[in-house]
């Protein structure tokens, strides 16, 4: 499990991180062309810099999986996901209309909304298979 990032978010922690459409589909299964980290311009303007939100389970069970996530989204496409309670993810990103895609370095994806300087959606926590809603805004 733990080998299977987030964030991710991406549970971001990542780690999470997080479903499409309605932000309700699996992030994971879907497929998303990702910017190779060497190309030049590799992200729209506004989406590189930091980004800090917070992580918690949908439906409520005997654990209380929430925390906090950061996420810096460098100009060359690259993205690392750090939480105080998940490992760092690292690997690229990209963008397809509104929806920010993470792939981490094993492979695994996960997607974003975004709405300006938010990015938000819902993710399977990797390290404890909760599901969880994400999300994050830029500093």
């Keep these: 499990m733990a080998q ?9 922690a990542l780690l999470l991180i997080l479903g499409a459409g309605s932000a309700g589909q699996s992030a994971w299964a879907q497929s998303a062309v990702i910017i190779p980290a060497a190309h030049s311009s590799a992200v729209p303007d506004g989406l590189s810099g930091i980004w800090h939100g917070t992580f918690q389970e949908l439906a409520g069970s005997y654990r209380d999986v929430q925390g906090r996530v950061t996420i810096r989204i460098n100009d060359d496409g690259t993205f690392t996901a750090t939480s105080p309670t998940r490992p760092e993810v690292s690997g690229t990103v ?3 209309g509104n929806r920010v895609i993470f792939q981490n370095s094993k ?16 993710t399977e926590d990797l390290a404890t298979e909760a599901h969880v809603s994400i999300r994050l805004d830029k500093s």
């Design 4 to 12: 299977r990032i987030f964030v991710t978010v991406l549970a971001a």
């Design 94 to 96: 990209g963008v397809r």
């Design 107 to 122: 492979g695994a994806r996960t997607t974003l909304m975004r709405s300006g300087n938010t990015l938000y959606g819902v």
